[in-house]
């Protein structure tokens, strides 16, 4: 594809045919806000965030939605386009909460960061009627606060064009327009199937991991990458750990996946911390579990394995290695089996 | 899977048989439900009207376990209408003949007296499958859990061979596996006729060589024995001795309670598992291993793809990595097993393994890459057989349609079918101690249809009691048209519906694999 030359305050840069003034920008490595855009989602060019000045144009241009044109010449900070960001802000903040002192998205909060960037403190010049809808909560996985919807509506894209569900859209009209499934439910009463895709490009904190954001704040998480434990896709995600614990799970840029989890990947990950979990070798003494050291431990069964191999013979053993564990810890079991057992008696549960 | 997942999407057509794409494989699901959207002919063949099926052009909703059945008739349909990429099958396949003749006798009519299917709708999908520029077939458990498991899988890789839609892009034979690393662990040679990269064991000249890596004298070369057979070994008193890391064969075998049965009957059982589970509560010593999150490694993902698992916590209190549980055992049975870090043992993986040879964790830090990769610098392979297989030509294998070990009767009247819900995992060990998911999924229900159900007095909620030759549960009955008449289906997460104790353990001979997804159940109402 052809390239075409823009100019993005007095820089000159080629994109390809078809990319926005966003993407000529991001390419410069010069900064427009957004709130509604998303690489992966259709481009409603709705919230505004993002408007620049285009030299010819009357009014502000949508950089997000508008392709940019060989000869274009584009300023992204002048003083009209700053105060129609300013103005939006004071805008959205006019119906906000405003309570990130509390809230789990502080420190990762776009329309925080915006307010901060643009020098807004709060929406009081447009002062007037606010939400107040209840907090839904009805489920075990995320929490919808509604009154900290800035109505992107990436949920509903995400939701529609990548989950394929269109479980939520917006509904109303107006001051009262919101995001919902339909008849106005809550999610737990929808079709939701509680990926939390959507949960994952909310760029405020109107959808937020119920236990992610109430066990860290945002600052607190060191993000390890990793793969998904349970069915054989391979998403990558993203654990969040907060002093030695695993408190979340958070999309990253998967190989197979992108953004994309399901409920097991998302939120089945508490098994982690359990009090269930073992945490010791057990001996069975008496029909009785009795915790024992390590030393004893190995030693009882590489006794008991090495006199079953001596007495019957190596083929009387046999071992089940696990379609759950590393590829390493497999290798290290069938090398066990067969190199120092002496058998080839070894399966695992691919069949089931 | 021969192909990517990404590739899914850009598929013309898509064959999903014996799936439940969306509730098993959430996210391979999203590329199913795209190509949809993007105007793709989805069709789906599966006795349940599953949310997948909802999506699909066509769904043939056959009967349990007629698959071979189906795609011999869609390949007698592809032959006798000349539809056949010639082509590919001169140049890349042999003995097609064999195919024709078997399949002569599958005409949609007579395929139709087997599966249920409609004859007009059996020519419809197998005119779309021969024609579509790229076609790809998906399946799962649906099509392996049967005495004919094997087979199914032949019928349709026959069925791929004859119309070409195997060794480019969108198309392929693609099992959709069920498990974080099933693949890895065959990939590992955790199977009892392989070593790593599926190198057989009864080569001398690969025993010779693992003999002279692993520094030990003399390989076995006979080929062990299944899981199947490990458990009738232990039941028969030939199998003294087992060690079963992260498995929980009493809950997932066929037959449980004869699994737990010949379990204690075992001299010594040691079982390495991060909960003490149903299995390793049979266990004489049970040794704490650590979870996906509290060590480093690799897993094999259905498409092939190794990819990174990282350690993000320490392994909780005396637990330990797995791979030093393995080493310290093996230490301590005369054996110096010594690696400073799962990275060292992946370099000696690939040292051994032609397909894994050019993998490493310095190359893994860049993202994942799809075996075989032979070198170092090679980029890895998304897309098996192009332009060859590697045995050379294709073979066609023909295989008769033969019914499931247990067909209903007036015992025992009805199919029973096992699977998974989105929201569980297998035993459920994981799954039901997250918090949420089992706060969300508390309860496991029998899905009958309300025809069944008004037979039997059965209402919505109803407790019924679900009896085989083998075993019985009790559990809720949900009245739905999911199932159709004649056929009861649940899942085999909830260890309080221990359904494996009802399934028929009768397995395919080639693969082992038990024949979970039929057998004949009575329902009654408890009072």
């Known amino acids: 594809m052809a390239d075409v030359t823009l100019t993005i305050n007095g820089i000159g840069v080629s994109v390809p045919e078809g990319s926005t003034i966003l993407d000529a920008a991001r390419k410069l490595g010069v900064f427009i806000p957004t709130f509604c855009y998303d690489p992966e989602l259709s481009r409603p060019g709705s919230c505004r965030i993002c408007v620049v000045e285009t030299k010819g144009s009357k009014n502000l241009t949508v950089s997000c939605a508008t392709i940019a044109r060989d ?21 959205l903040l006019a119906n906000h909460p405003e309570d990130c002192l509390t809230c789990g998205r502080n420190g990762d909060c776009r329309l925080q960061d915006y307010a901060y960037m643009y020098g807004i403190r709060s929406g009081s010049k447009f002062a007037g009627e606010r939400h107040t809808y209840p907090l839904e909560d009805d489920n075990p996985f995320f929490v919808r606060d509604m009154n900290k919807c800035i109505l992107c509506g990436k949920c509903i894209r995400m939701c529609a064009e990548i989950q394929g569900n269109n479980v939520v859209d917006f509904a109303y009209r107006g001051f009262r327009t919101k995001v919902t499934p339909a008849m106005d439910t809550s999610l737990a009463g929808s079709e939701c199937v509680f990926c939390g895709n959507c949960v994952a490009v909310c760029p405020t904190g109107a959808l937020q991991e119920k236990v992610l954001r109430s066990s860290a704040r945002t600052w607190e998480i060191k993000k390890v990458r990793t ?30 996946n992108g953004r994309a989890l399901c409920v097991k990947g998302r939120f089945g990950y508490g098994f982690i911390h359990h009090p269930d979990r073992l945490t010791s070798p057990l001996i069975k003494k008496d029909g009785q579990f009795v915790k024992a050291t390590w030393e004893e431990a190995i030693g009882l069964v590489a006794g008991q394995l090495g006199s079953i191999r001596d007495n019957y013979g190596p083929d009387s053993l046999g071992v089940l290695t696990s379609a759950r564990c590393t590829n390493e810890e497999n290798y290290l079991l069938g090398k066990l089996t067969r190199a120092v057992i002496g058998t080839n008696n070894i399966d695992h549960c691919a069949r089931l | 899977m021969t192909n990517p997942i990404g590739d899914i999407a850009g598929a013309e057509f898509i064959l999903a048989i014996g799936t439940n794409t969306t509730e098993s494989h959430p996210i391979i699901g999203l590329q199913v439900k795209k190509a949809v959207r993007q105007g793709s002919i989805l069709v789906v063949a599966d006795p349940r009207k599953t949310e ?61 007296g087997i599966t249920g299917v409609p004859a007009a709708a059996i020519r419809e999908v197998a005119r779309e499958y021969a024609k579509a520029e790229n076609a790809t077939i998906l399946y799962t458990m649906g099509i392996t859990q049967h005495i004919c498991g094997t087979h199914n899988v ?45 190198q057989p064991v ?101 498409e092939r793809r190794v990819q990174r698992v990282r350690k993000a916590v320490e392994p909780v209190g005396n637990a330990r990595p797995d791979w030093r549980i393995i080493c310290d055992v093996a230490c301590a049975m005369g054996y110096a097993m010594q690696y400073d870090s799962p990275a060292d043992i992946m370099k000696e993986i690939a ?23 032979p070198t170092a610098g090679h980029p890895g392979t998304p897309v098996l057989h192009v332009g060859k297989f590697s045995r050379g030509p294709g073979k066609f294998h023909p295989v008769e349609y033969v019914p499931p070990a247990e067909t209903p009767d007036e015992h ?76 009861v289906f649940t899942s085999f997460h909830f260890p309080e519906v221990a359904i494996n104790k009802l399934t028929n353990p009768a397995r395919d001979s080639i693969a082992k694999i038990p024949e979970l997804k039929v057998c004949s159940v009575k329902v009654e109402k408890i009072a």
């Open chain 1, 71 to 91: 000869g274009m010449v584009v300023e992204t900070d002048t003083p009209a386009v700053l105060e129609a960001r300013k103005t939006i802000l004071e805008l």
């Open chain 1, 227 to 256: 793969t998904c434990p349970y069915c054989g896709t391979g998403c990558n995600f993203d654990l969040n750990v907060k002093d030695g614990r695993v408190v979340g799970v958070t999309s990253c840029d998967g190989d197979v």
């Open chain 2, 154 to 198: 032949f019928a349709v890789a026959n069925l791929a061979m004859l119309c070409g839609q195997i060794g480019k892009p969108h198309s392929g034979v693609n099992p959709l596996r069920g498990q974080n690393n099933v693949q890895g662990a065959c990939d590992m040679g955790a199977l009892p006729n392989v070593f790593t990269g599926y």
């Open chain 2, 412 to 487: 025992y009247p009805l199919v029973l079918s096992t699977g998974r819900r989105r929201a569980h995992y297998h035993t459920g060990t994981m799954t039901m101690r997250t918090g949420a998911l089992e706060v969300y999924y508390s309860k496991e229900h029998l899905e009958i249809n309300s025809a069944d159900a008004a037979k039997l007095g059965v209402k919505e909620g109803d407790m019924v009691k679900v009896t085989s030759r083998r075993g019985s549960v009790e559990l809720m009955a949900r009245l739905t048209e999911i199932v159709p008449e004649g056929m």
């Open chain 2, 52 to 112: 997948v099926a909802d999506l699909a052009k066509s769904h043939l909703q056959i009967k349990s376990g007629s698959d071979i059945a189906l795609l011999n008739g869609m390949a007698n349909v592809i032959i006798s209408e000349d539809l056949y990429n010639k082509e590919f099958v001169a140049e890349r396949t042999e003995d097609f003949e064999a195919l024709k003749s078997v399949a002569a006798k599958y005409t949609p009519e007579y395929t139709e």
């Open chain 2, 202 to 302: 009864i080569s001398d000249e690969v025993r010779a060589r693992f003999e002279s890596n692993w520094g030990c004298k003399q390989l076995p070369a006979k080929p062990g024995l299944t899981v199947g057979e490990l458990l009738e070994g232990a039941d028969k008193g030939t199998v003294k001795g087992m060690y079963i890391m992260g498995e929980n064969p009493v809950l997932s075998d066929p037959d449980a309670d004869h699994a737990a049965h010949s379990l204690k009957k075992l001299e010594f059982l040691v079982v390495q598992d991060i909960f003490l589970t149903e299995t390793a509560r049979l266990a004489d010593v049970v040794l704490p291993g650590a979870s996906f999150a509290e060590k480093d490694g690799t897993f094999s993902n259905t």
């Open chain 2, 351 to 373: 040292s051994v393994t032609p397909s894994y040879a050019g993998i490493s964790y310095e190359r893994l830090e860049s993202g994942g890459i799809q075996w075989p990769c």
